[in-house]
């Protein structure tokens, strides 16, 4: 029988070999993402330090692959005291080759959908250990299978889950009947859940129904998957109802045993918390009075055209067409190209930039086009034979060459952007004295009817909000927003506007 090193070396060679005979379209769709075995080493051996005494260890992995898991498993501990080892792969191009790898290994390599399979009613024929990296597989590919995920995870977890769930979310929910009384359970999976509306079931899961121990969270820019960009957290919990008075540990950065922080976090202040990313970096929240963005503006995402290519054009080409200009509206080019903070205006309220962009917003009836606009009604007609008026956003509105109500602000904020440099922000605002409105890779500050008259009193006063704006701290921004990985952020407008403007408090309060 060959050794666990001879066994892993013939592991990451059939790996490589079915990755590579797999479209990365396949590969999302089904969710395939491999944990290095490195990383699959370190969980390991921290799970077993966690793990409560035991002669005996039953294994399962819900969502085996080619065996990463399994492999740390023999790793990690003594053969003999391995009772049992399970693991459940869909997926027979990866199944089939990896049963025959471990094949005269302890491991009940099991070539089913875990999700159809009932959990044992024993309790010795339960599982004291579940390590799992399951299926990063999003909500759009579920095909057919939401409602029954969804009554199966409130059955066995008393989870509700969302329909915008990915497939991860339903993997945790359905393992929960399949452990024991006090099993250790590590899950590594995307941060996303500990931010985003649809991760509150998971969240209320660890916080109600188990005992969360720990969340490990790897820096952003320390992307544990080379073909995935994803910001991965590492989830251990005991199975067991919760001590309210308990704190769970958040670490991040470094490695799970070492990392670079680590805060304790009260239940309490998890049960309040929507937004859990910011821990460890930030301390606990307290009721404030604190002044938020939202009591200033109003915030929005900027217009999304269903087809930037087509509706979003240059000034020189709508002069080379004879496009009726009175058809299209200004608009800021993406975050990338625009250096400026402050956007002058020229005599007719289009943006001072070299290059000048026009989105077209036309709400005239289509005959009417025809009769008044010709050239414009040949431009449409080019939109119709390329596909354009069957995008999503464009066959639902009434007009597909009409865009969303949106009217410009004299205030625009990045709703995209990186911090993988020292110092760097990765969110921008931006003063705007022209006409142009902004794409949704901006979102769109409007400042309420008691801003608006001090601005319109004090014609300096909007570069002063500009740079008190500017004064928000990158930390204040992260704690609000959600990160990815490579080190990306992004921010929906619920999340800028409970972002602390305590400097934009303090300018207007000059003005009461």
């Not at 498993?73 to 790898?101: M, R, W």
């Not at 991040?252 to 990392?259: E, F, K, N, V």
Request: net charge neutral; with cysteine.
């Amino acid at each position: 029988m060959k050794t666990i090193i001879e066994l892993e070396a013939q592991r990451q060679t059939i790996q490589i070999q079915l990755d590579r005979a797999k479209t990365q379209l396949e590969r999302n769709a089904m969710g395939q993402f491999a944990t290095p075995i490195s990383l699959a080493n370190s969980i390991l051996e921290y799970t077993k330090s966690i793990m409560p005494p035991c002669k005996e260890i039953r294994f399962l992995d819900p969502a085996l692959g080619t065996g990463s898991f399994f492999s740390a498993l023999l790793q990690s501990f003594s053969p003999t005291i391995i009772e049992a080892a399970v693991g459940y792969e869909v997926d027979e191009h990866y199944g089939n080759p990896s049963s025959e790898l471990w094949s005269e290994t302890i491991l009940d390599y099991r070539l089913a959908d875990f999700t159809h399979v009932k959990p044992p009613e024993v309790e010795t024929d339960k599982f004291d250990l579940i390590i799992c990296n399951p299926p990063y597989v999003r909500h759009h590919h579920i095909n057919g299978q939401k409602e029954r995920l969804r009554r199966q995870a409130l059955n066995d977890a008393n989870i509700k889950i969302s329909g915008l769930a990915g497939l991860y979310c339903y993997f945790m929910a359905i393992t929960h009947p399949w452990m024991k009384v006090n099993a250790i359970a590590s899950w590594l999976i995307p941060s996303e859940f500990m931010d985003v509306n649809y991760g509150q079931a998971i969240k209320n899961y660890l916080l109600n129904e188990v005992t969360l121990l720990q969340i490990h969270r790897f820096d952003p820019n320390d992307i544990q998957f080379d073909d995935a960009l994803v910001s991965s957290a590492i989830v251990f919990f005991q199975n067991k109802k919760p001590d309210k008075t308990y704190k769970v540990k958040f670490t991040y950065g470094g490695t799970i045993d070492s990392p670079s922080t680590l805060r304790e976090v009260s239940i309490s202040a998890l049960n309040s918390e929507k937004k859990w990313t910011r821990f460890p970096l930030s301390k606990e929240r307290h009721i404030s009075t604190t002044a938020k963005l939202s009591d200033f503006f109003t915030i929005r995402r900027g217009i999304a055209t269903g087809d930037n290519n087509f509706f979003v054009i240059p000034r020189e080409e709508i002069e080379r067409r004879a496009l009726p200009i009175e058809q299209f509206r200004p608009i800021l080019p993406s975050p990338r190209y625009l250096s400026e903070t402050v956007i002058q205006a020229d005599r007719n309220g289009n943006p001072k930039l070299q290059k000048q962009l026009f989105v077209l917003d036309c709400k005239l009836p289509i005959e009417q086009v025809k009769h008044d606009h010709p050239e414009l009604y040949s431009y449409l007609q080019e939109g119709i034979k390329a596909g354009v008026c069957d995008r999503y956003l464009c066959r639902n509105r009434k007009l597909w060459y009409a865009q969303e109500t949106r009217s410009e602000s004299a205030f625009y904020c990045t709703y995209i952007g990186r911090s993988d440099k020292p110092g760097a922000k990765p969110f921008r605002f931006i003063l705007n004295h022209s006409k142009a409105i902004v794409a949704n890779s901006y979102l769109i500050l409007y400042p309420n009817s008691w801003v608006s008259q001090q601005i319109q009193a004090n014609p300096g006063l909007s570069e002063q909000i500009l740079t008190a704006l500017n004064q928000i701290t990158s930390q204040a921004l992260l704690d609000e927003g959600r990160v990815y990985g490579g080190g990306l952020h992004k921010m929906e407008p619920k999340e800028l506007a409970n972002v602390p403007a305590l400097a934009v408090a303090d300018l207007l309060s000059e003005r009461q």
